[in-house]
Nanobody, 120 residues
């Protein structure tokens, strides 16, 4: 069993910052990637940022230069530092884990989501 524990969401004014955390625990053989997705009301879930096991990263164009994804391998934890937040960043943010739970069994897991609201 694998669990993802997210934290760090909340209400912030435009231009402000927030830091999201997602800690993975349980029966994980190896991690391929960890990432953050978001879903605004009435919208599809979209990729925000992902970090791969080699350290490479990808970002949505809308957050490049403002958000930074990082990972603590020892803690199986991924972070999303969000700066210069805009009202359009308001969404539920979900953590996603892509991993092997055994040597040959690939699985994907999602966190429960954390709400980020950017409003004055």
């Amino acid at each position: 069993q694998v669990q993802l524990e997210e934290s760090g969401g909340g209400l912030v004014q435009p231009g402000g910052s927030l830091r999201l955390s997602c800690a993975a625990s349980g029966s994980i053989f190896s991690i391929n990637a960890m990432g953050w997705y978001r879903q605004a009301p009435g919208e599809e879930r979209e990729l925000v940022a992902v970090i791969f096991n080699n350290g490479s990263t990808n970002y949505a164009d809308s957050v490049k230069g403002r958000f930074t994804i990082s990972r603590d391998n020892a803690k199986n934890t991924v972070y999303l530092q969000m700066n210069s937040l805009k009202p359009e960043d308001t969404a539920v943010y979900y953590c996603k884990l892509e991993c092997l739970v055994t040597r040959y069994w690939y699985r994907e897991f999602w966190g429960q989501g954390t709400l980020v609201t950017v409003s004055s």
